[in-house]
C-alpha cells in the first residue's frame, strides 16, 4: 500500500521567512495530494491540493509543487506569519482513503 | 460549520468496556472514514464506508468494529477498550474517495484508564 512520508517533523522560522515541508510517497498509482493544517485542539483543514496533471499550484500565500517521476511534493508558504504556526499533514490517494504523512509542526516567530 | 458532528466530544472509559463512538453527516457524502491520530503517528486510517452496509478495513483496524446502516451515521466500536486505544478520533467525509478532499468533524477525545 501507499507509505507516505513527511519533513521535517518540526520547523521554526522567523515571521515574514519562508517555510517549506517535504514529503514523498511510493505508489506511483497515486494521483492526488492534499494538504492540511491543524490548528491547536481544532480538526484538520484542507488548505490546498494538486492532481497529478498539474506541476504546481498557489494560493495567495501557499503553493504545492508535485514531481511524479521523483515521487515527491512540497508546501511552500510565504511571507509567514504568527497565524500559520500550526501542525501540517501532507497525503496521497489513487482510488483507495487518503494516506497522511506524520505530521510537521511549524513555529513562526513573532 | 461542515456537516458533520461527532459524539462525544469527550471520553474517558474502563480498560474491557465497550464504547461507540457516532459521526453523523448532513452532507449526503458516500464515503466516511475513521482515522486515529496520535502524537508522531500522524492520522492513520481505521475503517471507511463506501456506502450503507459497505465497510472496508484501514491500516489499524483491528479492536474496531464499524457500522453504517444510514447514510448519514456511521459507528465506531471499540468492542473491549485497551489503553493502546486512548486516542483523538477523526471522522471524515468525501463525496468521492481518491482525489477529492476530506472534512474532518472535531473529533473524539477517548481516554482509556
Known amino acids: 500500500g501507499e507509505n507516505v512520508e513527511q519533513h521535517p517533523s518540526t520547523l521554526s522560522v522567523q515571521e515574514g521567512d519562508s517555510a517549506v515541508i517535504k514529503c514523498t510517497y511510493s505508489?506511483?498509482?497515486?494521483?492526488?495530494f492534499p494538504w492540511y493544517k491543524q490548528e491547536l485542539g481544532k480538526r484538520p483543514q484542507l488548505i490546498i491540493d494538486i492532481r497529478s496533471n498539474v506541476g504546481e499550484k498557489k494560493d495567495q500565500r501557499i503553493a504545492v509543487t508535485l514531481n511524479k517521476t521523483a515521487k515527491h511534493f512540497s508546501l511552500h508558504i510565504t511571507e509567514t506569519q504568527p497565524e500559520d504556526s500550526a501542525v501540517y499533514f501532507c497525503?496521497?490517494?489513487?482510488?483507495?482513503?487518503?494516506?497522511f504523512g506524520k505530521g510537521t509542526r511549524l513555529s513562526v516567530i513573532a | 460549520d461542515a456537516g458533520i458532528t461527532q459524539s462525544p466530544r469527550h471520553k474517558v472509559t474502563e480498560t474491557g468496556t465497550p464504547v461507540t463512538l457516532r459521526c453523523h453527516q448532513t452532507?449526503?457524502?458516500?464515503?466516511m472514514y475513521w482515522y486515529r491520530q496520535d502524537p508522531g503517528h500522524g492520522l492513520r486510517l481505521i475503517h471507511y464506508s463506501y456506502g450503507v452496509k459497505d465497510t472496508d478495513k484501514g491500516e489499524v483496524s483491528d479492536g474496531y468494529s464499524v457500522s453504517r446502516s444510514k447514510t448519514e451515521d456511521f459507528l465506531l466500536t471499540l468492542e473491549s477498550a485497551t489503553s493502546s486505544q486512548t486516542s483523538v478520533y477523526f471522522c471524515?467525509?468525501?463525496?468521492?474517495?481518491?482525489?477529492?478532499?476530506?472534512?474532518f468533524g472535531s473529533g473524539t477525545r477517548l481516554t482509556v484508564v
Open positions: 497525503a496521497a490517494a489513487g482510488n483507495t482513503p487518503l494516506v
Open positions: 471524515a467525509i468525501s463525496a468521492e474517495t481518491g482525489p477529492y478532499g476530506y472534512t
Open positions: 452532507e449526503n457524502h458516500r464515503y
Open positions: 505508489d506511483s498509482a497515486s494521483n492526488y
